[in-house]
Protein backbone atom coordinates (compact mmCIF):
# COMPACT_ATOMS: atom_id res chain seq x y z
CA UNK A 1 0.00 0.00 0.00
CA UNK A 2 1.42 3.25 -1.10
CA UNK A 3 2.60 5.10 1.69
CA UNK A 4 0.60 8.53 0.53
CA UNK A 5 -2.73 6.46 0.38
CA UNK A 6 -2.39 5.20 3.77
CA UNK A 7 -5.26 6.81 5.03
CA UNK A 8 -7.97 9.52 4.47
CA UNK A 9 -5.35 12.05 5.75
CA UNK A 10 -3.36 12.24 2.58
CA UNK A 11 -6.70 11.16 -0.30
CA UNK A 12 -6.24 13.81 -3.16
CA UNK A 13 -8.33 12.27 -5.78
CA UNK A 14 -9.76 15.27 -7.71
CA UNK A 15 -11.70 15.32 -10.61
CA UNK A 16 -9.39 16.56 -13.47
CA UNK A 17 -11.52 19.43 -14.22
CA UNK A 18 -13.39 20.36 -11.03
CA UNK A 19 -13.48 24.00 -10.17
CA UNK A 20 -12.91 23.03 -6.20
CA UNK A 21 -11.58 19.80 -4.40
CA UNK A 22 -14.73 18.00 -2.48
CA UNK A 23 -14.01 18.02 1.12
CA UNK A 24 -15.29 14.69 2.72
CA UNK A 25 -16.57 14.98 5.80
CA UNK A 26 -13.97 13.53 8.20
CA UNK A 27 -11.51 16.15 6.23
CA UNK A 28 -13.45 19.12 7.53
CA UNK A 29 -13.40 17.67 11.32
CA UNK A 30 -9.69 17.71 11.10
CA UNK A 31 -9.04 20.71 8.75
CA UNK A 32 -10.30 23.17 11.42
CA UNK A 33 -8.55 22.27 14.54
CA UNK A 34 -5.25 21.49 12.81
CA UNK A 35 -5.69 24.77 10.74
CA UNK A 36 -6.19 26.07 14.31
CA UNK A 37 -3.32 24.96 16.11
CA UNK A 38 -1.66 26.18 12.94
CA UNK A 39 -2.58 29.69 13.45
CA UNK A 40 -1.88 29.66 16.78
CA UNK A 41 1.64 28.46 16.87
CA UNK A 42 2.17 30.93 13.88
CA UNK A 43 0.89 33.66 16.01
CA UNK A 44 2.88 32.70 19.02
CA UNK A 45 5.94 32.25 17.14
CA UNK A 46 5.81 35.96 15.51
CA UNK A 47 4.46 37.44 18.78
CA UNK A 48 6.07 35.93 21.57
CA UNK A 49 8.55 38.66 23.09
CA UNK A 50 7.43 41.44 21.23
CA UNK A 51 7.72 43.61 24.17
CA UNK A 52 11.50 43.18 24.08
CA UNK A 53 11.33 44.89 20.59
CA UNK A 54 14.04 47.55 19.36
CA UNK A 55 13.76 50.30 17.53
CA UNK A 56 14.58 50.34 13.87
CA UNK A 57 16.25 53.63 13.62
CA UNK A 58 15.59 54.78 10.12
CA UNK A 59 12.39 53.59 9.88
CA UNK A 60 11.35 54.15 13.36
CA UNK A 61 12.27 58.08 12.94
CA UNK A 62 9.98 57.61 10.05
CA UNK A 63 7.27 56.14 11.31
CA UNK A 64 7.32 58.31 14.36
CA UNK A 65 7.40 61.86 11.66
CA UNK A 66 4.23 60.11 10.12
CA UNK A 67 1.98 59.95 13.01
CA UNK A 68 2.69 64.01 13.05
CA UNK A 69 0.44 65.13 10.19
CA UNK A 70 -1.78 63.76 7.28
CA UNK A 71 1.23 64.74 4.75
CA UNK A 72 3.85 63.22 6.61
CA UNK A 73 2.05 60.02 6.60
CA UNK A 74 1.06 60.25 3.00
CA UNK A 75 5.03 61.14 1.75
CA UNK A 76 6.89 59.10 3.94
CA UNK A 77 8.70 62.00 5.52
CA UNK A 78 11.48 60.65 7.48
CA UNK A 79 11.81 64.19 10.09
CA UNK A 80 8.88 65.94 11.59
CA UNK A 81 9.28 68.76 9.54
CA UNK A 82 8.49 67.01 6.24
CA UNK A 83 11.84 67.64 4.71
CA UNK A 84 13.18 64.63 3.12
CA UNK A 85 11.24 61.07 2.56
CA UNK A 86 12.28 57.63 3.47
CA UNK A 87 14.45 56.19 0.15
CA UNK A 88 11.60 53.73 -0.43
CA UNK A 89 7.45 54.60 -1.05
CA UNK A 90 6.08 54.60 2.09
CA UNK A 91 2.96 52.10 1.68
CA UNK A 92 4.53 49.38 4.00
CA UNK A 93 5.21 51.92 6.86
CA UNK A 94 1.53 53.22 6.67
CA UNK A 95 0.49 49.81 8.89
CA UNK A 96 3.11 50.76 11.16
CA UNK A 97 2.40 54.37 11.78
CA UNK A 98 -1.16 53.98 12.21
CA UNK A 99 -0.49 51.24 14.90
CA UNK A 100 1.26 53.68 16.77
CA UNK A 101 -1.41 56.67 16.54
CA UNK A 102 -3.87 53.51 18.14
CA UNK A 103 -1.41 51.69 20.68
CA UNK A 104 0.99 54.66 21.08
CA UNK A 105 4.46 55.39 19.66
CA UNK A 106 6.64 52.29 21.09
CA UNK A 107 8.65 49.25 19.50
CA UNK A 108 6.04 46.76 19.80
CA UNK A 109 3.46 48.79 18.20
CA UNK A 110 5.91 49.10 15.12
CA UNK A 111 6.01 44.98 14.52
CA UNK A 112 2.43 44.42 15.66
CA UNK A 113 1.21 44.44 12.14
CA UNK A 114 4.29 42.20 10.87
CA UNK A 115 3.41 39.82 12.74
CA UNK A 116 -0.70 39.37 12.41
CA UNK A 117 0.14 39.56 8.44
CA UNK A 118 2.31 37.04 8.80
CA UNK A 119 -0.81 34.78 10.71
CA UNK A 120 -2.78 36.07 7.76
CA UNK A 121 -0.47 34.56 4.96
CA UNK A 122 0.03 31.28 6.96
CA UNK A 123 -4.03 31.03 6.98
CA UNK A 124 -4.38 32.39 3.45
CA UNK A 125 -1.63 29.99 2.01
CA UNK A 126 -3.94 27.62 3.24
CA UNK A 127 -6.99 28.26 1.93
CA UNK A 128 -5.30 28.66 -1.63
CA UNK A 129 -3.84 25.69 -1.36
CA UNK A 130 -6.56 23.50 -0.17
CA UNK A 131 -8.64 24.60 -3.43
CA UNK A 132 -5.70 23.58 -5.86
CA UNK A 133 -5.05 20.44 -4.21
CA UNK A 134 -7.07 19.87 -1.30
CA UNK A 135 -6.93 19.99 2.42
CA UNK A 136 -3.67 17.68 3.21
CA UNK A 137 -1.61 19.66 0.47
CA UNK A 138 -3.29 22.95 2.47
CA UNK A 139 -2.41 21.81 5.92
CA UNK A 140 1.51 20.90 4.90
CA UNK A 141 2.09 24.42 3.01
CA UNK A 142 0.61 25.93 5.68
CA UNK A 143 2.44 23.59 8.78
CA UNK A 144 5.52 24.25 6.24
CA UNK A 145 5.39 27.82 5.73
CA UNK A 146 5.02 28.18 9.70
CA UNK A 147 7.74 26.32 10.50
CA UNK A 148 10.02 28.53 7.70
CA UNK A 149 12.47 30.76 9.58
CA UNK A 150 12.01 33.43 7.28
CA UNK A 151 8.10 33.87 8.03
CA UNK A 152 8.32 34.34 11.83
CA UNK A 153 11.19 36.31 10.92
CA UNK A 154 9.14 38.70 8.69
CA UNK A 155 6.78 38.76 11.84
CA UNK A 156 9.13 39.82 14.18
CA UNK A 157 10.42 42.78 11.77
CA UNK A 158 9.63 46.15 10.06
CA UNK A 159 10.52 45.34 7.03
CA UNK A 160 8.06 45.60 3.88
CA UNK A 161 7.81 42.51 3.02
CA UNK A 162 5.16 40.82 5.88
CA UNK A 163 2.75 43.28 4.28
CA UNK A 164 4.09 42.85 0.38
CA UNK A 165 3.78 39.00 1.11
CA UNK A 166 0.29 39.26 2.42
CA UNK A 167 -0.80 41.75 -0.77
CA UNK A 168 0.78 38.98 -3.14
CA UNK A 169 -1.40 36.22 -2.05
CA UNK A 170 -4.14 38.05 -1.58
CA UNK A 171 -3.84 38.81 -5.48
CA UNK A 172 -3.09 35.12 -5.72
CA UNK A 173 -6.18 34.37 -4.32
CA UNK A 174 -8.29 36.65 -6.15
CA UNK A 175 -6.52 35.85 -9.41
CA UNK A 176 -7.38 31.87 -8.67
CA UNK A 177 -11.18 32.99 -8.14
CA UNK A 178 -11.32 34.66 -11.50
CA UNK A 179 -9.96 31.90 -13.29
CA UNK A 180 -12.34 29.51 -11.98
CA UNK A 181 -15.03 30.75 -14.40
CA UNK A 182 -13.54 33.50 -15.92
CA UNK A 183 -14.27 36.37 -13.85
CA UNK A 184 -13.20 39.74 -14.92
CA UNK A 185 -14.13 41.85 -11.98
CA UNK A 186 -12.72 39.25 -9.49
CA UNK A 187 -9.51 39.61 -11.83
CA UNK A 188 -9.61 43.42 -11.19
CA UNK A 189 -9.36 43.06 -8.02
CA UNK A 190 -6.02 40.75 -8.23
CA UNK A 191 -4.42 44.05 -10.18
CA UNK A 192 -6.00 46.02 -7.31
CA UNK A 193 -3.87 43.74 -4.58
CA UNK A 194 -0.48 43.98 -6.83
CA UNK A 195 -1.35 48.02 -7.12
CA UNK A 196 -0.78 48.04 -3.30
CA UNK A 197 1.85 45.88 -3.31
CA UNK A 198 3.57 48.00 -5.32
CA UNK A 199 3.67 50.38 -2.73
CA UNK A 200 5.39 48.17 -0.51
CA UNK A 201 8.07 46.93 -2.53
CA UNK A 202 7.86 48.76 -5.88
CA UNK A 203 9.16 47.03 -9.07
CA UNK A 204 9.30 43.83 -7.19
CA UNK A 205 5.87 43.67 -6.97
CA UNK A 206 5.20 43.77 -10.83
CA UNK A 207 7.86 40.26 -10.70
CA UNK A 208 4.17 38.29 -9.63
CA UNK A 209 2.72 39.37 -13.12
CA UNK A 210 3.49 36.62 -14.87
CA UNK A 211 2.89 33.47 -12.98
CA UNK A 212 -1.15 35.15 -12.73
CA UNK A 213 -0.96 36.18 -15.94
CA UNK A 214 -0.40 32.99 -17.65
CA UNK A 215 -2.51 31.22 -14.93
CA UNK A 216 -5.66 32.96 -15.96
CA UNK A 217 -4.70 32.88 -19.57
CA UNK A 218 -4.24 28.89 -19.22
CA UNK A 219 -7.29 28.72 -16.71
CA UNK A 220 -10.09 30.52 -17.17
CA UNK A 221 -12.58 29.17 -19.39
CA UNK A 222 -13.74 31.63 -22.11
CA UNK A 223 -12.36 32.73 -25.43
CA UNK A 224 -8.80 33.65 -26.08
CA UNK A 225 -9.79 37.10 -26.90
CA UNK A 226 -11.99 37.50 -23.69
CA UNK A 227 -8.95 35.81 -21.51
CA UNK A 228 -6.47 38.38 -23.11
CA UNK A 229 -8.77 41.17 -22.53
CA UNK A 230 -9.29 40.38 -18.96
CA UNK A 231 -5.62 40.30 -18.57
CA UNK A 232 -5.28 43.93 -20.29
CA UNK A 233 -7.81 45.16 -18.31
CA UNK A 234 -6.73 44.04 -14.82
CA UNK A 235 -2.88 45.06 -16.13
CA UNK A 236 -4.18 48.24 -16.29
CA UNK A 237 -5.26 48.81 -13.01
CA UNK A 238 -2.12 47.41 -11.84
CA UNK A 239 -0.36 49.87 -13.52
CA UNK A 240 -3.13 53.02 -12.08
CA UNK A 241 -2.92 51.76 -8.77
CA UNK A 242 0.98 51.01 -8.34
CA UNK A 243 1.73 54.66 -10.05
CA UNK A 244 -0.79 56.77 -7.94
CA UNK A 245 1.53 57.65 -5.56
CA UNK A 246 4.27 58.00 -8.29
CA UNK A 247 1.30 60.42 -9.95
CA UNK A 248 0.52 62.42 -6.69
CA UNK A 249 4.13 63.65 -5.66
CA UNK A 250 4.63 64.27 -9.10
CA UNK A 251 1.83 66.60 -9.61
CA UNK A 252 2.82 68.18 -6.11
CA UNK A 253 5.26 71.18 -6.15
CA UNK A 254 8.68 70.07 -4.97
CA UNK A 255 8.30 73.25 -2.03
CA UNK A 256 4.86 71.40 -1.09
CA UNK A 257 6.11 67.96 -0.30
CA UNK A 258 9.53 66.46 1.44
CA UNK A 259 12.67 66.22 -0.94
CA UNK A 260 12.80 62.38 -2.47
CA UNK A 261 15.64 60.69 -0.71
CA UNK A 262 17.81 58.48 -2.87
CA UNK A 263 17.39 61.07 -5.83
CA UNK A 264 19.25 63.41 -7.68
CA UNK A 265 16.70 64.81 -9.21
CA UNK A 266 13.61 64.63 -6.30
CA UNK A 267 12.15 62.68 -9.24
CA UNK A 268 9.46 59.35 -8.27
CA UNK A 269 10.92 57.65 -11.09
CA UNK A 270 14.68 58.07 -10.31
CA UNK A 271 13.39 57.17 -6.53
CA UNK A 272 11.89 53.73 -7.74
CA UNK A 273 13.15 52.67 -10.78
CA UNK A 274 16.80 54.05 -10.88
CA UNK A 275 17.82 53.75 -7.19
CA UNK A 276 15.49 51.11 -5.64
CA UNK A 277 15.48 48.82 -9.06
CA UNK A 278 18.29 49.12 -11.44
CA UNK A 279 20.98 49.86 -8.58
CA UNK A 280 19.89 46.40 -7.60
CA UNK A 281 21.39 44.37 -11.16
CA UNK A 282 24.69 46.30 -11.45
CA UNK A 283 26.58 42.56 -11.29
CA UNK A 284 24.94 41.95 -14.28
CA UNK A 285 26.04 45.19 -16.56
CA UNK A 286 22.99 47.29 -15.89
CA UNK A 287 23.91 51.27 -15.03
CA UNK A 288 21.46 53.08 -13.33
CA UNK A 289 23.35 56.61 -13.96
CA UNK A 290 21.62 59.23 -15.92
CA UNK A 291 18.21 57.91 -14.16
CA UNK A 292 18.50 60.95 -11.43
CA UNK A 293 19.20 58.37 -8.52
CA UNK A 294 22.22 57.95 -6.30
CA UNK A 295 24.25 54.84 -7.44
CA UNK A 296 26.10 54.23 -4.15
CA UNK A 297 28.61 51.89 -4.06
CA UNK A 298 26.99 48.02 -3.77
CA UNK A 299 30.52 46.42 -3.46
CA UNK A 300 30.30 45.57 -0.06
CA UNK A 301 28.12 42.74 0.44
CA UNK A 302 26.41 42.79 4.07
CA UNK A 303 25.66 39.10 3.36
CA UNK A 304 29.52 38.33 2.75
CA UNK A 305 29.69 37.00 6.70
CA UNK A 306 26.52 34.81 6.26
CA UNK A 307 28.68 31.96 4.42
CA UNK A 308 29.88 31.33 0.91
CA UNK A 309 27.91 31.98 -2.10
CA UNK A 310 26.63 34.88 -1.45
CA UNK A 311 27.22 36.85 -4.59
CA UNK A 312 25.31 37.17 -7.08
CA UNK A 313 24.54 34.19 -8.98
CA UNK A 314 22.53 30.71 -9.67
CA UNK A 315 24.66 29.78 -6.51
CA UNK A 316 23.35 31.99 -4.00
CA UNK A 317 20.10 30.87 -3.67
CA UNK A 318 21.36 27.70 -1.96
CA UNK A 319 24.03 29.81 -0.45
CA UNK A 320 23.83 28.74 3.75
CA UNK A 321 23.33 32.56 4.50
CA UNK A 322 19.91 32.76 2.14
CA UNK A 323 18.96 28.69 2.41
CA UNK A 324 18.81 28.72 6.30
CA UNK A 325 15.98 31.15 6.09
CA UNK A 326 13.90 30.16 3.67
CA UNK A 327 15.55 26.97 1.48
CA UNK A 328 14.80 23.85 3.98
CA UNK A 329 12.26 22.17 1.72
CA UNK A 330 14.38 22.76 -1.63
CA UNK A 331 14.13 19.34 -2.50
CA UNK A 332 9.96 18.61 -1.16
CA UNK A 333 9.65 21.53 -3.57
CA UNK A 334 11.02 20.12 -6.86
CA UNK A 335 9.49 16.95 -6.28
CA UNK A 336 5.80 18.95 -6.26
CA UNK A 337 6.84 20.53 -9.41
CA UNK A 338 8.77 18.24 -11.47
CA UNK A 339 6.57 15.43 -10.19
CA UNK A 340 3.07 17.10 -10.74
CA UNK A 341 4.05 18.47 -14.40
CA UNK A 342 4.89 14.97 -15.04
CA UNK A 343 1.78 13.66 -13.63
CA UNK A 344 -0.19 15.83 -16.00
CA UNK A 345 1.30 14.90 -18.90
CA UNK A 346 1.20 11.60 -18.57
CA UNK A 347 -2.88 12.17 -18.24
CA UNK A 348 -3.18 14.66 -20.98
CA UNK A 349 -4.84 17.38 -18.25
CA UNK A 350 -7.07 20.04 -20.26
CA UNK A 351 -6.09 22.90 -20.00
CA UNK A 352 -8.99 24.37 -17.78
CA UNK A 353 -7.65 21.14 -15.32
CA UNK A 354 -6.96 22.77 -11.58
CA UNK A 355 -3.98 21.14 -11.18
CA UNK A 356 -2.54 22.81 -13.80
CA UNK A 357 -3.72 25.83 -12.98
CA UNK A 358 -1.76 25.49 -9.48
CA UNK A 359 1.00 24.05 -11.33
CA UNK A 360 1.54 27.08 -13.69
CA UNK A 361 1.08 29.49 -10.11
CA UNK A 362 3.18 28.25 -8.11
CA UNK A 363 5.75 27.34 -10.81
CA UNK A 364 5.76 30.51 -12.18
CA UNK A 365 6.07 32.47 -8.79
CA UNK A 366 8.91 30.05 -7.74
CA UNK A 367 11.24 30.26 -11.35
CA UNK A 368 10.58 34.71 -11.06
CA UNK A 369 11.71 34.96 -7.79
CA UNK A 370 14.34 32.44 -7.64
CA UNK A 371 16.02 33.97 -10.91
CA UNK A 372 15.76 37.68 -9.90
CA UNK A 373 16.92 37.40 -6.12
CA UNK A 374 19.77 35.03 -7.95
CA UNK A 375 21.12 37.88 -10.25
CA UNK A 376 19.76 41.02 -7.92
CA UNK A 377 21.81 42.70 -4.74
CA UNK A 378 19.68 41.48 -1.61
CA UNK A 379 22.86 42.53 0.53
CA UNK A 380 22.67 39.68 2.60
CA UNK A 381 18.83 40.95 3.62
CA UNK A 382 17.11 37.85 3.97
CA UNK A 383 13.59 39.27 4.39
CA UNK A 384 13.64 39.85 0.75
CA UNK A 385 13.02 35.72 1.19
CA UNK A 386 9.08 35.46 2.35
CA UNK A 387 7.95 35.52 -1.42
CA UNK A 388 10.05 32.39 -2.17
CA UNK A 389 9.29 30.40 1.04
CA UNK A 390 5.13 30.84 0.18
CA UNK A 391 6.06 28.83 -2.91
CA UNK A 392 8.65 26.83 -1.52
CA UNK A 393 6.16 25.70 1.06
CA UNK A 394 2.96 25.69 -1.54
CA UNK A 395 4.99 23.11 -3.98
CA UNK A 396 6.54 21.16 -1.04
CA UNK A 397 3.18 20.50 -0.06
CA UNK A 398 1.60 19.62 -2.60
CA UNK A 399 4.20 17.12 -3.73
CA UNK A 400 3.68 15.25 -0.36
CA UNK A 401 -0.29 15.19 -0.49
CA UNK A 402 -0.25 14.17 -4.10
CA UNK A 403 3.26 11.78 -4.54
CA UNK A 404 1.83 8.60 -6.54
CA UNK A 405 5.10 6.57 -6.20
CA UNK A 406 5.76 5.85 -2.44
CA UNK A 407 9.65 4.71 -2.98
CA UNK A 408 10.02 8.02 -5.09
CA UNK A 409 8.71 9.78 -2.08
CA UNK A 410 10.88 8.16 0.61
CA UNK A 411 13.91 8.80 -1.08
CA UNK A 412 13.24 12.96 -1.81
CA UNK A 413 12.34 12.93 2.04
CA UNK A 414 15.57 11.49 2.52
CA UNK A 415 17.29 13.97 0.28
CA UNK A 416 15.69 16.23 1.64
CA UNK A 417 16.87 15.04 5.52
CA UNK A 418 20.45 15.06 3.99
CA UNK A 419 20.04 18.37 2.83
CA UNK A 420 19.04 19.86 5.73
CA UNK A 421 22.05 18.18 7.82
CA UNK A 422 24.68 19.53 5.33
CA UNK A 423 23.27 23.03 5.72
CA UNK A 424 23.53 22.86 9.66
CA UNK A 425 27.08 22.11 8.44
CA UNK A 426 27.79 25.42 8.27
CA UNK A 427 26.90 26.38 11.89
CA UNK A 428 28.33 23.08 13.50
CA UNK A 429 27.72 25.17 16.97
CA UNK A 430 24.48 25.81 16.92
CA UNK A 431 21.90 22.96 17.97
CA UNK A 432 24.41 20.37 17.25
CA UNK A 433 21.71 17.81 18.69
CA UNK A 434 19.46 18.53 15.52
CA UNK A 435 21.07 17.03 12.99
CA UNK A 436 21.75 13.49 14.52
CA UNK A 437 17.85 13.58 15.86
CA UNK A 438 17.01 14.44 12.32
CA UNK A 439 19.01 11.49 11.25
CA UNK A 440 17.97 9.21 13.96
CA UNK A 441 13.68 9.74 13.27
CA UNK A 442 14.68 9.17 9.46
CA UNK A 443 15.83 5.54 10.13
CA UNK A 444 12.57 5.07 12.29
CA UNK A 445 11.00 5.80 9.06
CA UNK A 446 13.01 3.50 7.01
CA UNK A 447 12.20 0.88 9.77
CA UNK A 448 8.30 1.65 10.05
CA UNK A 449 8.34 1.88 5.91
CA UNK A 450 9.90 -1.97 6.16
CA UNK A 451 7.31 -3.16 8.93
CA UNK A 452 4.14 -1.77 6.42
CA UNK A 453 3.09 0.72 8.50
CA UNK A 454 2.73 3.59 5.74
CA UNK A 455 1.09 6.35 7.85
CA UNK A 456 3.47 6.06 10.72
CA UNK A 457 6.22 5.82 8.56
CA UNK A 458 5.25 9.06 6.55
CA UNK A 459 4.65 10.65 9.87
CA UNK A 460 7.96 10.01 10.85
CA UNK A 461 9.71 11.11 7.71
CA UNK A 462 7.98 14.25 7.64
CA UNK A 463 9.26 15.47 11.20
CA UNK A 464 12.55 14.36 10.38
CA UNK A 465 12.22 16.68 7.50
CA UNK A 466 11.00 19.50 9.63
CA UNK A 467 13.11 19.09 13.02
CA UNK A 468 15.99 20.90 12.05
CA UNK A 469 14.19 23.83 10.01
CA UNK A 470 11.80 23.96 13.23
CA UNK A 471 14.51 23.89 15.74
CA UNK A 472 15.88 27.36 13.69
CA UNK A 473 12.35 28.97 14.02
CA UNK A 474 11.75 28.22 17.45
CA UNK A 475 14.96 29.85 18.44
CA UNK A 476 13.69 33.34 17.51
CA UNK A 477 12.13 33.40 20.68
CA UNK A 478 15.16 33.75 22.26
CA UNK A 479 16.71 37.07 22.08
CA UNK A 480 19.80 35.49 21.56
CA UNK A 481 18.70 34.34 18.00
CA UNK A 482 16.32 37.10 16.90
CA UNK A 483 15.97 40.83 17.94
CA UNK A 484 12.30 41.55 17.55
CA UNK A 485 11.83 45.29 15.65
CA UNK A 486 15.34 44.22 13.10
CA UNK A 487 15.71 42.61 10.51
CA UNK A 488 14.57 39.63 10.91
CA UNK A 489 17.29 37.25 10.40
CA UNK A 490 16.74 34.10 12.69
CA UNK A 491 19.47 31.62 13.71
CA UNK A 492 23.21 31.87 14.64
CA UNK A 493 23.50 34.63 12.29
CA UNK A 494 21.18 37.11 14.07
CA UNK A 495 22.56 40.30 15.34
CA UNK A 496 21.24 42.52 17.56
CA UNK A 497 20.26 45.67 16.11
CA UNK A 498 18.50 48.90 16.56
CA UNK A 499 17.53 51.56 19.42
CA UNK A 500 16.43 50.68 22.58
CA UNK A 501 13.23 52.55 23.94
CA UNK A 502 14.83 55.70 24.74
CA UNK A 503 17.54 55.76 22.53
CA UNK A 504 17.93 59.76 23.67
CA UNK A 505 21.77 59.46 26.46
CA UNK A 506 22.08 62.18 28.71
CA UNK A 507 24.69 63.93 26.36
CA UNK A 508 22.04 64.11 23.70
CA UNK A 509 19.29 65.21 26.17
CA UNK A 510 21.47 68.10 27.51
CA UNK A 511 22.20 68.98 23.81
CA UNK A 512 18.33 68.73 22.68
CA UNK A 513 17.55 71.01 25.86
CA UNK A 514 20.11 73.86 24.90
CA UNK A 515 18.91 73.75 21.15
CA UNK A 516 15.21 74.05 22.39
CA UNK A 517 15.69 76.83 24.48
CA UNK A 518 17.64 78.79 22.06
CA UNK A 519 15.45 77.79 19.41
CA UNK A 520 14.49 81.25 18.97
CA UNK A 521 11.21 80.46 16.60
CA UNK A 522 13.40 78.45 14.27
CA UNK A 523 11.71 75.85 12.11
CA UNK A 524 14.79 73.22 13.11
CA UNK A 525 16.53 72.69 16.14
CA UNK A 526 19.40 72.13 14.35
CA UNK A 527 20.75 70.42 11.23
CA UNK A 528 22.97 67.21 11.79
CA UNK A 529 25.06 66.05 9.05
CA UNK A 530 23.87 62.00 8.95
CA UNK A 531 20.41 60.81 9.16
CA UNK A 532 21.48 58.44 11.82
CA UNK A 533 22.58 61.45 14.27
CA UNK A 534 19.43 62.51 13.92
CA UNK A 535 17.26 59.64 14.40
CA UNK A 536 17.45 59.56 18.43
CA UNK A 537 16.21 62.72 18.64
CA UNK A 538 13.21 62.61 16.20
CA UNK A 539 12.55 58.94 17.76
CA UNK A 540 12.58 59.88 21.35
CA UNK A 541 11.55 63.55 21.27
CA UNK A 542 9.67 64.05 17.77
CA UNK A 543 12.16 66.78 17.59
CA UNK A 544 12.29 68.77 14.41
CA UNK A 545 16.10 68.34 13.14
CA UNK A 546 17.37 68.54 9.43
CA UNK A 547 18.98 65.24 8.29
CA UNK A 548 21.65 65.80 5.48
CA UNK A 549 22.86 63.74 2.75
CA UNK A 550 19.76 61.23 2.72
CA UNK A 551 20.86 57.82 3.90
CA UNK A 552 23.45 56.94 1.61
CA UNK A 553 24.84 60.40 2.57
CA UNK A 554 25.27 61.43 -1.35
CA UNK A 555 21.84 63.05 -1.41
CA UNK A 556 22.46 66.69 -2.89
CA UNK A 557 19.93 67.68 0.29
CA UNK A 558 19.76 70.38 1.15
CA UNK A 559 20.95 72.00 -1.65
CA UNK A 560 23.78 74.58 -0.84
CA UNK A 561 21.45 77.78 -1.92
CA UNK A 562 18.58 76.03 0.27
CA UNK A 563 20.91 75.65 3.14
CA UNK A 564 22.06 79.38 2.95
CA UNK A 565 18.45 80.30 2.45
CA UNK A 566 17.34 78.86 5.96
CA UNK A 567 19.84 79.99 7.57
CA UNK A 568 19.00 83.66 6.46
CA UNK A 569 16.12 83.66 6.94
CA UNK A 570 16.14 82.30 10.58
CA UNK A 571 14.60 79.24 9.80
CA UNK A 572 18.00 76.80 10.98
CA UNK A 573 20.25 78.22 12.89
CA UNK A 574 22.58 75.71 14.92
CA UNK A 575 24.52 72.55 12.95
CA UNK A 576 25.97 69.97 14.91
CA UNK A 577 28.94 68.12 13.96
CA UNK A 578 30.91 65.17 14.81
CA UNK A 579 34.40 64.86 13.70
CA UNK A 580 34.34 62.44 11.52
CA UNK A 581 31.77 64.54 9.28
CA UNK A 582 34.79 67.15 8.35
CA UNK A 583 36.48 64.13 6.02
CA UNK A 584 33.42 63.41 4.33
CA UNK A 585 33.65 64.34 0.54
CA UNK A 586 30.11 64.25 -0.27
CA UNK A 587 26.90 66.61 -1.24
CA UNK A 588 26.47 66.81 2.78
CA UNK A 589 30.33 66.75 3.81
CA UNK A 590 30.79 70.31 1.79
CA UNK A 591 28.15 72.11 3.46
CA UNK A 592 29.86 70.64 7.27
CA UNK A 593 33.22 72.06 5.83
CA UNK A 594 31.39 75.42 5.26
CA UNK A 595 29.69 75.34 8.42
CA UNK A 596 33.16 74.47 10.21
CA UNK A 597 35.34 77.16 8.23
CA UNK A 598 32.28 80.22 8.57
CA UNK A 599 29.96 79.31 11.47
CA UNK A 600 30.79 80.08 15.57
CA UNK A 601 31.50 77.21 17.91
CA UNK A 602 29.62 76.82 20.70
CA UNK A 603 31.98 76.61 23.83
CA UNK A 604 31.14 73.20 25.49
CA UNK A 605 30.56 75.01 28.45
CA UNK A 606 26.97 76.39 27.05
CA UNK A 607 25.42 72.73 26.63
CA UNK A 608 27.32 69.93 27.79
CA UNK A 609 31.00 70.43 29.25
CA UNK A 610 31.51 66.76 29.30
CA UNK A 611 30.46 66.00 25.53
CA UNK A 612 33.86 65.49 23.36
CA UNK A 613 32.03 63.72 20.88
CA UNK A 614 29.85 66.52 19.23
CA UNK A 615 30.16 70.12 18.14
CA UNK A 616 28.03 72.89 17.80
CA UNK A 617 28.13 75.25 15.56
CA UNK A 618 25.95 78.85 15.83
CA UNK A 619 25.15 79.88 12.12
CA UNK A 620 23.15 82.88 12.69
CA UNK A 621 23.19 85.78 9.86
CA UNK A 622 25.13 87.38 13.46
CA UNK A 623 27.26 84.39 13.64
CA UNK A 624 28.94 83.84 10.53
CA UNK A 625 31.91 85.19 9.61
Known sequence: MPITAGGPLLRADLPPTAPAPRISARADRYERPALGLLALLAAVLCLWGLDHSTYHAFYASAVRSMTDSPADFFYGSFDPAGSITLDKLPGFLWPQALSALVFGFHPWALVLPQALEMVGCVLLLHLLVRRWAGVPAGLLAAAFFTFTPVTVGLGRSVTEDAPFVL???LAAEATWRASERARPRTLLLAGLWVGLAFQCKMLEAWAVLPALAVTYLVAAPAAPRRRIAHVALAGAVTVAVSLSWMLAVSLTPAGARPYLDGTTD?????????????????????????????????????????????????????????????????????????????????????????????????????????????????????????????????????????????????????????????????????????APCAVALGLFAALLAGLRRPPAALAAALASVLLIPAVWTSCALSPRYNQPGAFGRVGPTSTRAGFPPSPLGPQHRRLLAYLTAHRDGARYLAALPDWSDAAPYIITADAPVLPMGGFTGHVPYPAPAAFHHLLDTGRLRYVVLTEPAFRVHTPAGALVRWTAAHCTLVPRDAYDPRDRSRLLYDCGPAHQR
Not at 296 to 308: D, E, I, Q, V
Not at 366 to 383: E, K, M, N, Q, R
Open 167 to 169: LLL
Open 266 to 434: DSPFALVVGYNFLTRFQSVGIDAAGTGSIVASRAARAGSHLGPGMGDGVGKMFSPGLATQTGWLYPLAALGLVGGLLALRRRRAPRTDRLLAGYVLWGGWLATFFTIFSFGSVTGHTYYMGVVAVAVAALAGAGVARARRPRVLAAVLAVDVAWCVALTLWYPRFQPWA
